[in-house]
Structure formats: C-alpha cells, structure tokens
C-alpha cells in the first residue's frame, strides 16, 4: 500500500485536488486502489518518456515539488549541500515524503535554515525552510513494545484541510515525517538523555534563531490523556485516541494547538481556528463518531471508545470547540486582526461596550434572563389545585384560567374574545 500511495503521489503532484480526490475515492472503494496505481504509472511512464531525463519517484528539493524550500535551488539555498548544517543525525528513518533512511540536518539561519534530507550521495532530497514551517510536533507511537516518537513537521499550507492558497497549488508542500527510538540496554549513553528531548531542544533552538515564535508540541495531560490502559505498559498513560477515518485506521492527538490525524497519509491537523464545532454521531454502548465542521465541510472520525469520551468531551469545552461562534473569533486571533478584549466593540464580537462581555457571555445571559421571566410568570395554580380552584375538573380544565383572566381586566377580555373566537370557528367547520 506504501508503494501504490508514492507512485499516486508522484503522478498527481502537480495537482493537490485531484490527489485527494483520488485518495478519497480509495478510501470508499478500497478495491479501486489496484485501478489507480496502474492510473499513476501509466502516467509516470509518459512522463518519462517525453523528458530526456527519465522521472525520479523521489522528491527533490531543488525541484520544489511538494516541500516547501523557501528559496530556489542554488548557491547558499538549503538545496545546496555546501551549506554547513548546525545539528546532524545520521540514519534517520523517514516515512514522509518518502519511505527511507537519511542524514537529518538542521541548518540554524534565519535567512537560509530549515530541515533537510541528505542521501548517502551527498545530495539534498527534500527539506523545508524554517519560515514555512506551521508546527513541529513530537508524538509518542502508540501500540509498539519499544519506545518510539514520531517528529512532524508540517509546511504552512499542508495542514491537509484547508484549501491551499494560489501560490502554493502548483506545488503543494508536504508534511515530513520521521521516527526517533529512544536508546535502550547498551545503547543508553551515560549522562545523556535516551528520548527524544534533545533533538527536540536542537529544532528548537532553530526555530528561535530563525524568529518563528514557533516550539516543538508535546501532548501534555493538561490537554488530554486517554483512560484505556496501555496492554503492553501498564504503567504509563497514553495521549492518543484510535479511531478510523474512512477505510484508514490512525490516531488522533488532543494537543494545546490543535488536533493531529496520523500516522497515515493523508496527516490531517486542524487548529484551533480551522475549527467551527464539533459534535458527536453514532452513539453506542461502547463507541461513538466525533465529527469536526470546518469551512470547507465535515470530517468524521468514527469508532472512537466510549472510554475516552470524558476526555475528549473536557478537550472539546475547554477551548469552546463545539461553539460555532467562537470560530470566527479564533480566525481573527490568528491573523492577528483582533483587538484587545476591553478595546473591542461589541459589533466585532468581543465585547459589547457594556461590561466587557463577550458576544457569547451576552447570549447566555439573554437566554438566562428570559428563563427567569418565564419563572416569574409561570402560575403554580394553573396545573395544581389550590383550594380556589377546586372545581376546574367540572368545568372542563379551563374555567380557572378564564375566571383569572376575568380578574385581570384586559387581559381577561383578550382572553374571553379569543375563546369566543375560537368556539366560532368550531361551530362553522
């Protein structure tokens, strides 16, 4: 499956929608995969053969397809493999943008840095500069016997959910992804920590030389931790949640930015303000389907255990993610177009010039307010007997409203023409 989903990629790379289209057509027919794998090398062997170079199922930097390089190919670009490298580790296993073991570099420049790739030859197979990059992310591999985290990387523009902006269609970048094992037995280096924290201090590091704002994203229990025990470590907790996400089956990661959807192509990852509401389908004894709304449609992640859903549900409240009115605020706080809370008026949304509250708070107070009202002018009398009104069984139900309402004034004699009324009617049909 590994192989058909690079030689898919590779034939529809200069096509992100059609990509996806075809994957989502997969995904629902599994059986057609065959179809499009044959679709995909067809079209890599006319490719090749109208090019006097034959075409590479690799991804190449200098080519600028599919990652983002931030600069072109040439002297002092992060293509150029003269350009010294700050940090490197070498034999890293990569799964995207391709399945292979390479030399991971991290070039610290806030004009020429990122993360790049580099091949037994000596050259640069694909990489991203710091400036395009989104998130970083460290996540713990669930189900393995030996510890191992995933590092992520995704390129603005490849989150995998929102549309991609006009200058990035051409050549949609793609998120990098590799596995880091933590050292064990004889491998554990005195003094030295086995996991995956320093190489995640090392990008770090670069993405503040480089000015991003940017850190790399651990799962925290803050955020979100899952209540089913670990069969194979008992011990510790888990930060993912199983779920399926058409044919595929992954996991989903409750991070302080967002959601994360891997470890499968396509990765999807929805922040915060890509979200509009969340809301739950399928409720069984033991499973449920969350469903994401976004701007572009709903994405559903089904089979989820009930096990998890407290947690997911304190998640889902704690950063107002099933209120849809708080979707277009979040928006704004990314682009940084909202104005401080106690300087917004209340046509924006914030606050409404009164006592600061915000569009959401003043709802809520509006709908408590009208519950109270109701309270208020709800009469006990009218569906308990009293003593006053004792009779009202003999008199078909209603005598006491009508006695009230005569009691009343005006509202008595609006009462008696509409009961009026309403007898006319009868009679005439």
């Not at 606050?351 to 307010?369: F, I, N, S, Y």
């Amino acid at each position: 499956m590994a192989a058909h989903a690079q030689e898919i990629d590779v034939a529809f790379a200069g096509n992100h929608e059609l990509r996806k289209r075809v994957y989502a057509a997969i995904d629902q027919n599994p059986a057609q995969n065959t179809l499009f794998r044959d679709i995909s090398t067809y079209i890599l062997s006319q490719s090749s053969s109208n090019s006097a170079e034959p075409v590479s199922k690799k991804r190449k930097l200098d080519d600028n397809n599919g990652v983002q390089n931030g600069s072109p190919a040439g002297g002092g670009s992060l293509a150029n493999p003269a350009l010294k490298a700050w940090r490197t580790y070498p034999g890293v296993s990569f799964s995207m943008p391709q399945r292979k073991k390479f030399t991971l570099e991290l070039v610290s420049s806030k004009a020429e840095g990122g993360i790049r790739a580099v091949g037994a030859d000596g050259k640069v197979e694909f990489g991203i500069a710091w400036k395009d990059v989104d998130q970083v992310f460290c996540l713990p591999v669930p189900e393995k016997a030996k510890r191992q985290h995933n590092f992520i990387v995704l390129p603005i523009g490849g989150d995998g959910v929102n549309p991609l902006p006009e200058h990035l269609k051409a050549n949609p970048p793609d998120p990098i992804l590799w596995t880091f094992e933590e050292a064990t037995g004889k491998n554990i280096i005195e003094g030295e920590d086995p996991g995956p924290g320093p190489m995640a201090e090392a990008i770090h590091h670069c993405l503040i030389q480089a000015g991003t704002g940017k850190a790399v994203i651990f799962p925290e229990p803050e955020e979100f931790e899952s209540a089913i025990v670990q069969n194979h470590r008992k011990g510790e907790k888990a930060y993912h949640v199983k779920a399926h996400r058409g044919s595929k089956e992954g996991y989903l990661f409750l991070t302080k930015v967002g959601i994360l959807w891997g470890f499968k192509k396509p990765l999807a990852y929805l922040d915060f303000a890509s979200v509009n509401s969340v809301s739950y389908t399928a409720v069984l004894r033991n499973t449920f389907n969350l469903v994401v709304a976004t701007q572009n449609g709903e994405i559903e992640f089904a089979m989820v255990d009930q096990a998890d859903y407290s947690g997911i549900n304190e998640y889902i409240q704690k950063h107002d993610l099933q209120d849809a009115s708080m979707a277009a605020a979040r928006r704004a706080k990314k682009l940084n177009v909202n104005p401080p809370a106690e300087k917004e008026s209340g046509a924006n949304g914030t606050a409404d010039g009164d006592d600061g509250e915000t569009e959401l708070q003043k709802a809520e107070r509006m709908l408590q307010d009208e519950e109270d009202d109701e309270e208020e002018d709800y009469d006990p009398g009218s569906g308990e007997s009293d003593g006053s009104g004792s009779d009202s069984e003999d008199e078909g139900g209603g005598g006491e409203e009508y006695e009230e309402g005569e009691e009343d004034g005006e509202d008595g004699e609006g009462y008696e023409e509409g009961y009026e009324e309403e007898d006319m009617d009868v009679q005439e049909a």
